[in-house]
């Protein structure tokens, strides 16, 4: 089964109005009806739509929930938002700068925004392992808006930062294998190892426990428009308004001539930013993923 939630919003006549994002959602719609995925089972929210079709953020957490329900393994999920992305105080501890991420409904300013805890627990908690699920955010600070716990440089594919599951390689060389060749038992099985090791790993680490508690046996892949402290850019890409980094995922994708890995899709996604917006795309999921390994969605 595949499914997809696509949300485009402009916010249009407000004085946050942007110009590219429900052009975003209708191009992410058309790549990914070219390539497998079908009408019935994709749901999208423009604010250009009304009812349940309109992004409000009741209706995005609804749809939400239905992206991920019933899920089994093998199946593949996809998910995009185009749209503002923030920092808003975080309240529960698990933010070294003392801020979650977050994305912004079109009716934000009555309803709020929704923070990257509630993202993460929709989203990435409730998937079996051998499920899929290849999240897009083009939105200003978005580099960790899903809270995946092991992100990735795109020079040369290596973790930004230490994890606790570089103490788990024999699981975690399961989960690489079962990845690369879909085979369901191997990835069960590397996720039970992965997860034995995390929860018997003693630290006094705050952000080891933090990547203990978000980790996941699912394969969830991050595909942000920019870092934490970044802006992500809404302008005119080949005469038509457009999110950056939108632009550059679709371009990637319909030009590439031969597999795309994680770590090519990246530096291709960067290379057609680079010397026009600072912005870097970023690279996260929700355990340690060998970047080499062929990008699908």
Same mark, same amino acid.
Not at 141 to 147: A, C
């Given at each position: 089964?595949?499914?997809?939630? &696509?949300?485009?919003?402009?916010?249009?006549?407000?004085?946050?109005?942007?110009?590219?994002?429900?052009?975003?959602?209708?191009?992410?719609?058309?790549?990914? %009806?070219?390539?497998?995925?079908? @009408?019935?089972?994709?749901?999208?929210?423009?604010?250009?739509?009304?009812?349940?079709?309109?992004? =409000?953020?009741?209706? &995005? %957490?609804?749809?939400?929930?239905? %992206? !991920?329900?019933?899920?089994?393994?093998?199946?593949?999920?996809?998910?995009?938002?185009?749209?503002?992305?923030?920092? !808003?105080?975080?309240?529960?501890?698990?933010?070294?700068?003392?801020?979650?991420?977050?994305?912004?409904?079109?009716?934000?300013?009555?309803?709020?925004?929704?923070?990257?805890?509630?993202?993460?627990?929709?989203?990435?908690?409730?998937?079996?392992?051998?499920?899929?699920?290849?999240?897009?955010?083009?939105?200003?600070?978005? /580099?960790? !808006?899903?809270?995946?716990?092991?992100?990735?440089?795109?020079?040369?594919?290596?973790?930004?930062?230490?994890?606790?599951?570089?103490?788990?390689?024999?699981?975690?060389?399961?989960?690489?294998?079962?990845? =690369?060749?879909?085979?369901?038992?191997?990835?069960?099985? /590397?996720?039970?190892?992965?997860?034995?090791?995390? =929860?018997?790993?003693?630290? +006094?680490?705050?952000?080891?426990?933090?990547? @203990?508690?978000?980790?996941?046996?699912?394969?969830?892949?991050?595909?942000? /428009?920019?870092?934490?402290?970044? +802006?992500?850019?809404?302008?005119?890409?080949?005469? @038509?308004?457009?999110?950056?980094?939108?632009?550059?995922?679709?371009? +990637?994708?319909?030009?590439?001539?031969? @597999?795309?890995?994680?770590?090519?899709?990246?530096?291709?996604?960067?290379?057609?930013?680079?010397?026009?917006?600072?912005?870097?795309?970023?690279?996260?999921?929700?355990?340690?993923?060998?970047?080499?390994?062929?990008?699908?969605?």
């Amino acid at each position: 089964m595949k499914k997809a939630l &696509i949300i485009g919003i402009n916010y249009t006549g407000s004085q946050n109005q942007l110009r590219g994002c429900i052009n975003d959602a209708c191009t992410i719609a058309n790549l990914l %009806l070219a390539n497998g995925y079908s @009408q019935n089972d994709m749901v999208v929210l423009r604010d250009d739509m009304g009812g349940m079709d309109a992004p =409000t953020r009741n209706n &995005i %957490l609804r749809a939400m929930q239905w %992206l !991920v329900q019933g899920v089994q393994p093998g199946d593949s999920l996809f998910f995009h938002y185009s749209g503002h992305g923030g920092k !808003v105080k975080d309240l529960d501890g698990d933010e070294d700068d003392g801020f979650d991420e977050c994305i912004y409904p079109v009716d934000f300013q009555i309803s709020g925004p929704i923070i990257d805890d509630i993202l993460h627990d929709i989203m990435v908690k409730p998937l079996p392992p051998n499920s899929y699920l290849t999240a897009l955010f083009d939105c200003c600070h978005s /580099g960790s !808006v899903l809270d995946l716990p092991f992100m990735y440089r795109a020079t040369d594919g290596g973790l930004k930062e230490y994890s606790v599951l570089k103490t788990a390689a024999p699981a975690t060389m399961e989960l690489f294998m079962g990845y =690369t060749t879909r085979n369901t038992g191997q990835l069960i099985e /590397g996720a039970k190892s992965l997860f034995n090791t995390a =929860t018997n790993y003693k630290s +006094t680490s705050k952000r080891e426990r933090i990547k @203990q508690m978000k980790s996941s046996p699912a394969n969830v892949i991050s595909i942000s /428009g920019c870092r934490d402290d970044q +802006t992500s850019a809404d302008a005119q890409m080949s005469n @038509q308004f457009a999110g950056a980094m939108t632009y550059a995922f679709n371009m +990637t994708i319909i030009s590439a001539r031969q @597999q795309l890995t994680l770590l090519t899709l990246i530096q291709n996604m960067r290379a057609h930013l680079s010397g026009k917006y600072s912005q870097k795309c970023q690279l996260s999921t929700a355990h340690q993923i060998d970047p080499n390994t062929p990008f699908f969605f």
